[in-house]
């Protein structure tokens, strides 16, 4: 079908109708789209969807739910606008349209705007710029995607919070985090408790850091066997050193006696 007009409201074949490669959302609630399809199939559909030209065919810019409720609803012909939005252009209002949608995952966010970023070779301020935001605001919700496919997923599955991922984030191995995803699901945790369980843990690699780089001293003959080779090496070169060792019941005691003239003239001082 030939279209003119592109700000006219055409009927187009559902299935000529490509999805967007640049849909951030992944996960579509099945209760929403059935009730939306329900709804579609009393009223019809009262928004059209937005589409470009796409070879033979057409892909989606905007409407992923309204088009999946079509679908579902038996629909063979749909509503559209057929528009000639570029790749940018069109990956940008798929974004924005569903960041306007309460329920965006805020992982699909993320990974919606990490797209716009690497796709379309951007930076982040221009991608606040387009979208409404501040650039902390986009950096922060970047630094969300840190965590491994592994752990979004639990943290999805489980229906953890925005502020549970961010308070993970904290956590710098991933076998140490993924071990506090679990935790905190297994217990059923809430942010508060998430960001103390976060907390100890940290406190804990600390201590166990602190520990590691603090010498061990199992044996303090070690430290005899070491003087003694040092003053066998001061009297090879010729220097009479000695050594005085002595006992009591509450101290073991080494003096090293170095005769002065010897010391004095063990070489020049340095300039």
Not at 141 to 148: D, I, Y
Not at 181 to 199: A, G, P, W
């Amino acid at each position: 079908m030939l279209i003119k007009d592109k700000k006219k409201v055409v009927e187009l074949a559902v299935d000529a109708i490509a999805p967007n490669p640049a849909q951030p959302r992944r996960i579509f609630g099945e209760k929403e789209l059935r009730a939306l399809s329900a709804s579609i199939r009393v009223n019809g559909l009262l928004q059209p969807v937005v589409v470009r030209r796409n070879g033979t065919g057409y892909e989606l810019v905007a409407g992923e739910r309204r088009l999946r409720a079509c679908k579902l609803a038996g629909l063979d012909r749909i509503p559209c606008i057929v528009s000639e939005y570029s790749d940018y252009k069109s990956a940008v209002l798929s974004l924005t349209e569903n960041l306007h949608r309460q329920d965006l995952h805020f992982f699909e966010e993320a990974e919606g705007i990490k797209h716009l970023i690497d796709v379309w070779g951007i930076t982040q301020e221009e991608a606040a710029y387009r979208l409404g935001r501040s650039q902390p605001a986009i950096a922060n919700k970047l630094r969300l995607l840190r965590l491994s496919e592994a752990e979004r997923g639990l943290i999805t599955e489980a229906g953890l919070t925005e502020r549970h991922a961010r308070a993970f984030l904290r956590i710098n191995t991933s076998p140490a985090r993924m071990k506090a995803i679990e935790t905190v699901i297994k217990k059923e945790m809430n942010v508060r408790q998430t960001e103390q369980l976060v907390d100890d843990i940290n406190d804990k690699k600390h201590d166990m850091s602190k520990q590691k780089n603090t010498p061990v001293i199992k044996d303090v003959r070690i430290f005899f066997n070491t003087i003694a080779h040092a003053v066998k090496t001061m009297q090879l070169g010729g220097i009479d050193a000695q050594t005085l060792n002595s006992e009591t019941d509450e101290y073991i005691e080494c003096i090293v006696r170095i005769p002065k003239a010897k010391a004095d003239a063990g070489g020049k001082k340095p300039a």
